[in-house]
């Protein structure tokens, strides 16, 4: 079992920075393909980044590269997100996902637990 605990949304201007964080509970934490899904208003949830076991290899959404970098610490338990060149239109609830499967693309019918979401909402 994991538990995910995202903190660091908030509201931001476009153009800026934000950094999540994922906590993460539970001693097989580096056994797990780390992501990062969004999800706006009436849309559907969707994936943004993943970093695997190891940390060596990381997946993107096309909408992200170059402005995102997902990375991971498996003695602390922990994943990030640092996300640069804000806009508006990345407004989302931004979620914490571990999945059994080693891809760096992970599919949300893969994830194996999810956290709780934390905010993230970019003004114009």
């Not at 559907?44 to 991971?72: C, L, P």
Request: glycine fraction near 8%; hydrophobic fraction near 40%; charged fraction near 15%.
């Amino acid at each position: 079992q994991v538990q995910l605990v995202e903190s660091g949304g908030r509201l931001v201007q476009a153009g800026g920075s934000l950094r999540l964080s994922c906590a993460a509970s539970g001693r097989t934490f580096s056994s797990y393909t780390m992501a990062w899904f969004r999800q706006a208003p009436g849309k559907e949830r969707e994936f943004v980044a993943s970093i695997m076991w190891s940390g060596d290899s990381a997946g993107y959404a096309d909408s992200v590269k170059g402005r995102f970098t997902i990375s991971r610490d498996n003695a602390k338990n922990a994943m990030f997100l640092q996300m640069n060149s804000l806009k508006p239109e990345v407004t989302a609830v931004y979620y914490c996902a571990a999945s059994i499967i080693h891809t760096t693309v992970v599919q949300t019918r893969n994830v194996n637990f999810w956290g709780k979401g934390t905010q993230v909402t970019v003004s114009s």
